[in-house]
């Protein structure tokens, strides 16, 4: 890029985040025709329909997980995504699994392959933590121990084997703090009748 035209399209693009979203190139006065002529230049990247990446961002593991929370803002990873990024289990999961309240909008998002859970709006908040999905880039996420339970309380959609995998490992790793955490999470989302036998099993 040498003419004036395109220096000032540099300084709109390198005032936006690492990755963004068409609307906030538009805000930035950026068009999609010019979007175009980036991704075409190798100056961006583009992760998923509408979202975009700065060519020059630091290199991240989690491309599909930042552009997946950037198409479903209202939208925390979940499921077999947090539990692998928690390392409670070993399996690479297939999509990114977020999860939605309830009784609200559910994204559809082709690619990256995506599977959306709903879950109840009165819990949907419980144990949401932010995770650096790449430098000064955070992403909400459930806890270890939300994670966990909620992999035990719907055994029949992770596995039986995966969620008791991830339940000794998590034990294992946090002792007897992690058994309170996960008790108090599970009686918060009415689990707890079905979560104590399991963790009485493995820490016998």
Do not use: K, W
């Amino acid at each position: 890029m040498g003419t004036p035209a395109h220096s000032r399209l540099e300084g709109r693009l390198a005032a936006l985040p690492p990755t963004f979203t068409t609307t906030q190139a538009r805000q930035a006065a950026i068009s999609s025709r010019d979007l175009t002529a980036l991704t075409t230049s190798g100056d961006i990247e583009e992760l998923s329909r509408g979202v975009y990446r700065h060519a020059d961002a630091p290199a991240t593991a989690h491309l599909d997980l930042l552009a997946v929370c950037l198409r479903a803002p209202r939208a925390v990873v979940c499921g077999e995504s947090a539990l692998a990024i928690h390392e409670l289990i070993d399996d690479i999961p297939t999509s990114v699994h977020i999860a939605i309240p309830r009784g609200t909008h559910r994204p559809s998002i082709s690619y990256p392959p995506t599977t959306v859970t709903q879950y109840a709006a009165e819990t949907f908040s419980l144990a949401i933590e932010r995770f650096e999905a790449a430098p000064s880039e955070m992403i909400p996420m459930y806890s270890a121990a939300r994670s966990v339970v909620d992999a035990m309380r719907h055994r029949r959609r992770f596995g039986e084997t995966l969620a008791l995998a991830a339940l000794g490992r998590y034990l294992r790793r946090e002792g007897s703090n992690g058994v309170r955490d996960l008790q108090e999470i599970a009686r918060d989302l009415g689990a707890l009748s079905t979560i104590r036998p399991s963790i009485e099993a493995v820490l016998a």
